[in-house]
């Protein structure tokens, strides 16, 4: 069973910046692939960004390229979702997912692709 806990949400202004942070726990981290999915108020769960656990190759939705970046750091067992030139749009629940996989060709974009998930946690992007 794998746990992971988010942390590095919080209030921030249009234009900031906010760096989140996600611990899995409970097994070898390495073996997983992560992503990062946002859920805004009354909006379905979107998926914003994936890296790959062979290599730590990065996809992101087209929303965020150029102002988010995915990576990892096996030695801290940790996975870092930086997200610069926020925007109020930007404002969501944000959810670490993982998958034991080092695939690249599935639908990374769809939840159902990740078995564990965190509690998430809040950016709020004031404008």
């Known amino acids: 069973q794998v746990q992971l806990v988010e942390s590095g949400g919080g209030l921030v202004q249009a234009g900031g910046s906010l760096r989140l942070s996600c611990a899995p726990s409970?097994?070898?981290?390495?073996?997983?692939?992560m992503a990062w999915f946002r859920q805004a108020p009354g909006k379905e769960r979107e998926f914003v960004s994936y890296?790959?656990?062979?290599?730590?190759?990065?996809y992101y939705t087209d929303s965020v390229k150029g102002r988010f970046t995915i990576s990892r750091d096996n030695a801290k067992n940790t996975v870092y979702l930086q997200m610069n030139s926020l925007k109020p749009e930007d404002t969501a629940v944000y959810y670490c997912?993982?998958?034991?996989?080092?695939?690249?060709?599935?639908?990374?974009?769809?939840?159902?692709?990740?078995?564990?998930w965190g509690q998430g946690t809040q950016v709020t992007v004031s404008s």
């Open positions: 997912a993982a998958r034991e996989a080092s695939s690249w060709f599935f639908n990374k974009e769809r939840s159902q692709s990740y078995t564990y």
């Open positions: 409970g097994r070898t981290f390495s073996d997983y692939s």
């Open positions: 890296i790959r656990s062979s290599d730590g190759s990065t």
